[in-house]
């Protein structure tokens, strides 16, 4: 596990990457946190500053539902379908939550929402699994969590399904 211990952190994140770390560890995952002297807001951010391709980074987005939030955990190279989605989990009404809803509820900005919410029901799009290894948020900013997706699959009991499809804008 690698922390660069010059970033000056708060005691709450301090604390989320403490509980992240705990968690993890119980879960016997193999992962590991860096530190970064900027935060990463977007899988493009993560790909130019070196952390890995397209295909590994991870964003977790917040989607709210008539049934509550649920975390959905996609490939950079991909966009949600929200019409996937509705078929698969049988619901109605599917939205990206607001920002401001997003801090309300994980604690964290949009961009470094962690990639383990075990509040939440979680979705992995299984395009993920392709990866020997996944980069997204840990919860505080300036922090990557790099983990393999069947671990991440077994800490958040995830479903894994296709529910994202490419961007069009991929060459």
Known sequence: MTVDQTIMLSNDEEQRL??????????????????HPETIISAEDGVERGI????????????????????????GETRISYKKIKK???????????????????????GTVSLVNRVFQTIV????????????????????????????????????FEFTEQKESQQ
């Open 18 to 35: 403490s509980q992240l770390r705990q968690i993890l560890d119980k879960a016997e995952a193999h992962y590991e946190i860096f530190s």
């Open 52 to 75: 890995g391709s397209l295909s590994e980074m991870a964003p977790t987005l917040i989607l709210e539902t008539e049934r509550g939030f649920v975390a959905a955990i996609i490939s």
């Open 88 to 110: 698969a989990l049988g619901l109605r009404n599917v939205s990206l939550a607001r920002p401001d809803v997003v801090l309300r509820i994980t604690g964290s900005q949009v």
């Open 125 to 160: 799009d299984s395009q993920l699994m392709k990866a020997n290894a996944v980069y997204g948020g840990c919860g505080v900013p300036r922090h990557t969590l790099r983990i393999a997706p069947l671990d991440l699959i077994k800490v958040t009991k995830a479903s894994v």
